[in-house]
């Protein structure tokens, strides 16, 4: 008897371009099924994971993220974060999610105040989440990022809490895993490229592992074990409340 | 002295930032609100003991003309105080 | 509202006496404004091609792949497994010269308009970009403000810009080229094209609300040249919305792809006036339009303003009674205004309508097929010379350390890494980029398949103005070189052409000739042009611009994963030179960057050479014979050399098709090469002169890097090819010697400081 796939949602907002890539890249996983969610609705349709993709929703127009945290849908999101649900937004997702109060911190402007496509290094800092489990700790990734508010900041106390709590999940670093000049591709503090809530079941990062299950492509494939990681929890989640 | 300058979009300029705030403010229960125009504000200020109020004028309007503001497709207006 | 206009008028909107009297008699009397202001939009040199129409037919434009030629918003060539491919090029030079960032933008935004409004969903953008030299304050804000449109509106839409081409000459001083690239993917069974049809159909404006942008635009802006008066004409700038852009693409392909209208077409140059009379005379058909109907930004417009505004983010569909429900949800649902604003009618007739008054009725047929013809008399210029330059010690002193002259080179602004306007792009997004910016094509997969395609842009501007015919028929040859060196074969063109005035006879004479050299190449090498863009008036105070035929050419793969970069990969392959021993003075970057000099004669190209080096190329390349393949152009032999050692060792670099398969020389450790370059007497055009074999530049020259074990069957596989063998890739240095003899040896490592060098020169 095949175990019945897991049901990731992707939300799309107007101007959301990296959705179809989100899709996409969950297709490349047996045993997956992968829906999208329109901002307009209430319904997140019995998914177990939602994504909050790239791009620029209402064009990163007042703020990245400021509007598209009003959709409708965000309403649905927020409950089922606080019920425990995975939620991981990526890049203008990541926005959204701060700008919704269900991260910390704040994403302004690149200090090189330019949009940047680059790769990275992107060291895993923290396994203990529903999105890292499958890596190992300090495993170091090459991912691509590309943005131009990716510069994460917040205040030091909660700064302090955060590192306290282990909620620094990724931090960009050179390619044998340091701290490093030309690391950061965007003036983050700390070199913090993803962080995740205290109950650890919402994330964000600014790359974009989307762009890196296929190691044919461009990409490369080390963005796999991040979904890897959303599918085994809910897996595994599903087996203990059966 | 301290210099407030106001940067907004040229009258007839198509401003995508103030259209898609009036698109979505209805959404989140405002209604009848038009005319959304997004611009900014920059404030600096100016020490020089010896500008009469006529050049400090001058100056902040170069400024204007020549950075703070695109004259092709912004229109600036500023605010001059002593402090 | 329907007051009739006099000559003086018509003047004041850019026609001449001529054209009004024309449109007279074809009106059957004075005009009204409406119907001038018309007339003026459509018979500008930007909407009616008047002076390069009779030129233009010179072209090879169909094929058995080519699904639409010439004429229709895009070019469509089948690309395999009822996949095809819209593509089409467009130029925003005017426009960006006066505001950079928007210029920019707006040229992204309208050339990807041309692409989905076929049904196609844009996948590509490439822009090509020439500005004067770096040394001049706003040559640099020119740069910054087009580089940082581009990137704010193509990744806002979520498009890939994965690659283009940046020149800086001081011709192109007071005025940048901006051309736009744009294509898109489509099904061969669902392309929509823009013509009218079915009495009593609705005709609907999607989209932004109109405003006076860019009103003048295009008879104003493109189709005069730069002079006293430009500061005047600037108001006239349009403002691009990428968001709303964003919401028209998903809306209209969804519209298309549930056959929900009935045709398409985007408002570009020329606004409503362009599409509808466009149209109406493809389909045989009349349109009414309600002027007062158009949603309107700005208050108290008047009809002939609606008409010819340019506002961006529009599209005029025509939709069945049927099925406007429909098309009303989708709008809605997507926050886009929908509106009726009028109906096809069996008149022929275009009629503009304001309040129940009817202000314009004109032929629409006559009003597309009556635009005037214009062919100058052309004269050949006077500073064309026939014989190449003497190559003598007095003119051109040879140089006493080569290796700094290599390094000269690679840190020029034509030749340098152009790594920081590439990662202002977003040159990934839909997961297709195979092959990212900075190598010699660019490559994307095509989903469930193994196809791909590829995607070039080339033009040498400097060979072009010392030569047209030649330039441009090496233009064509380079972009399709480029495309081989990749593995792809090469398909199909769309042309950007940018002139001076073309009332002047020596103009004409360089359009002319350009054309003639790009119809022979693309006939040789069997790429159909398929859609393109003329811009002409790139004049600044009577100075032209070099004439600059831009060609952007798209390639295609049975099986993308035998695709190769540039970059050398393991110490001890071997690096053959494939092709023509040749290296010459006239017109080359050497020449430019050590003289200081443009002038002589720019070598031909062997069409019959090149065709057989690119069906041998990419037939070793399929056959996975070879570990990289580079084309040689500005700087020569030696740059050439140096970029394949430099992408060898520095990260950022592409992935392989195989993930198994060695990455040496990846994340920080440099390759280098070790290459003799055989007898400097042997290499055509060189004058017996080292640094000519190293940087003199000769078209059909390709250099190629093969594992070792692997030589025979390359060796088998090349036949009778002209080629040489150079060398073996090594590490961390490059050095070259001519007969044993030592011409340089230089580090890897500075080679790249030099090649990376562009961002200082604009801090």
Known sequence: MSAAPVRFGVVVFPGSNCDADACHALSTFPGTSAQYLWHKDTDLKGVQAVILPGGFSYGDYLRCGAIARFSPIMQAVIDFAASGGLVMGICNGFQTLVEAGLLPGGLIRNTGLKFVCRYVNLRVETTDTPFTSAYAAGEVLRIVVKHNEGNYTVDPETLARMQAADQIVLRYADAAGEQAEGANPNGALDDIAGVCNEARNVFGMMPHPENSVEAHLAGGADGRKLFQSMIDTVLRTAEVAS | MNVRVYVTPKKGILDPQGAAVERSLPNLGFTGVSGVQIGKIIDLTISADDLTAEAARAQVDDMCRRLLANPIIEDYTFAISEG | ?763
Not at chain 3, 164 to 189: K, Q
């Open chain 3, 1 to 763: 509202m329907s007051r009739r206009a006099t000559v003086e008028a018509a003047v004041k909107l850019g026609l001449t006496a001529d054209e009004y009297a024309h449109i007279c008699a074809i009106q059957g009397g004075e005009p009204t404004y409406v119907e001038l202001a018309i007339y003026s939009l459509m018979w500008s040199e930007h909407c009616s091609y008047k002076h390069s129409r009779p030129v233009l037919g010179r072209f090879p434009t169909s094929g058995p792949r080519i699904l639409q030629g010439p004429g229709e918003n895009a070019g469509i060539i089948d690309v395999g497994d009822g996949w095809a491919v819209a593509m089409k090029v467009e130029s925003h030079n005017h426009p960006s010269a006066v505001e950079p960032f928007q210029g920019a933008a707006t040229g992204v935004g309208g050339i990807v308009r041309d692409i989905f409004t076929m049904g196609a969903r844009p996948c590509v953008s490439m822009d090509s970009l020439r500005f004067g030299e770096l040394t001049e304050p706003r040559q640099r804000f020119l740069l910054d403000g087009v580089v940082g449109g581009i990137a704010h509106y193509g990744n806002c839409l979520g498009i890939p810009t994965i690659g283009g081409e940046i020149y800086f000459e001081p011709s192109y001083e007071g005025n940048c080229l901006v051309n736009a690239m744009s294509a898109g993917m489509i099904r061969t069974d669902n392309i929509v094209r823009a013509i009218a049809s079915g009495i009593g159909n609705h005709v609907v404006l999607i989209g932004s609300k109109t405003g006076r942008d860019g009103i003048g635009g295009a008879s104003v802006l493109a189709s005069q040249e730069f002079d006293e008066t430009l500061e005047e004409k600037r108001p006239s700038v349009q403002v691009g919305d990428p968001f709303t852009e964003k919401k028209l693409i998903e809306a209209c392909l969804e519209l298309i792809h549930r056959h929900l209208v009935v045709s398409m077409q985007d408002l570009g140059a020329a606004g409503l006036t362009s599409s509808s009379s466009e149209m109406s005379s493809k389909g045989h058909v009349g349109l009414d339009i309600h002027a007062d109907r158009v949603p309107l930004r700005e208050a108290d417009m008047e009809p002939w303003e609606i008409m010819i505004s340019e506002s961006q983010e529009r599209m005029l569909a025509i939709v069945t009674a049927e099925q406007i429900a429909d098309v009303r949800e989708v709008c809605e649902r997507w926050d886009l205004d929908c509106t009726v604003i009028g109906a096809v009618t069996d008149s022929k007739m275009l009629r503009i309508w304001w309040h129940g008054e009817r202000v314009a009725n004109i032929p629409a047929r006559r009003l597309a097929d009556e635009s005037p013809v214009i062919r100058t008399p052309s004269v050949k210029p006077g500073y064309i010379v026939d014989e190449p330059v003497a190559v003598d010690d007095t003119g051109y002193p040879r140089p006493s350390d080569l290796g700094a002259a290599l390094t000269q080179l690679l840190a020029a602004p034509n030749i340098a890494s152009k790594r920081w306007a590439w990662e202002q792009y977003d040159y990934i997004v839909q997961a297709n980029t195979v092959q990212i910016p900075g190598s010699d094509a660019a490559v994307l997969r095509i989903k469930d398949s193994q196809r791909g395609i590829a995607f070039s842009n080339d033009c040498n501007g400097r060979h072009c103005y010392l030569d047209p015919y030649r330039g441009a028929k090496a233009a064509v040859a380079e972009a399709a070189r480029n495309l081989a060196c990749a593995g792809a074969l090469p398909v199909a063109v769309t042309d950007c052409l940018n002139f001076g005035n073309p009332e002047k006879g020596e103009i004409y004479w360089q359009f002319e000739q350009a054309v003639e050299g790009i119809a022979q190449a693309c006939e040789a090498l069997d790429t159909p042009v398929v859609s393109g863009n003329v811009s002409f008036y790139n004049e600044s105070f009577g100075q032209a611009i070099y004439p600059t035929p831009m060609i952007g050419m798209l390639g295609v793969y049975d099986d993308v994963s035998v695709h190769i970069d540039d970059a050398f990969k393991d110490e001890g392959d071997v690096i053959v030179l494939l092709g023509a021993e040749a290296g010459w003075m006239d017109g080359s970057e050497y020449q430019k960057v050590a003289y200081g000099k443009v002038e002589g004669r720019v070598p031909d190209v062997d069409l019959q050479l090149e065709v057989e080096l690119q069906h041998k190329l990419r037939a070793a390349i399929e056959a996975r014979l070879l570990k990289s393949a580079h084309d040689c152009a500005e700087g020569g032999l030696a740059v050439a050399l140096a970029e394949c050692c430099i992408a060898g060792g520095s990260t950022g670099g592409a992935q392989f098709a195989d993930p198994e398969a060695p990455r040496s020389g990846r994340h920080g450790r440099w390759l280098g090469a070790d290459v003799d370059l055989g007898s400097a007497a042997a290499v055509a055009g060189a004058a017996g002169r080292p640094d000519l074999a190293l940087f003199g530049e000769a078209p059909t020259r390709v250099v190629v890097s093969v594992a070792p074990e692997l030589l025979g069957p390359l060796d088998e596989a090349l036949g009778g090819l002209p080629r040489r063998v150079l060398g073996r890739v090594t590490g961390a240095n490059l050095r070259c010697t001519m007969e044993g003899k030592e011409l340089f040896t230089v580090a890897v490592g500075e080679l790249h400081s030099a090649y990376e060098s562009l961002p200082q020169r604009l801090a």
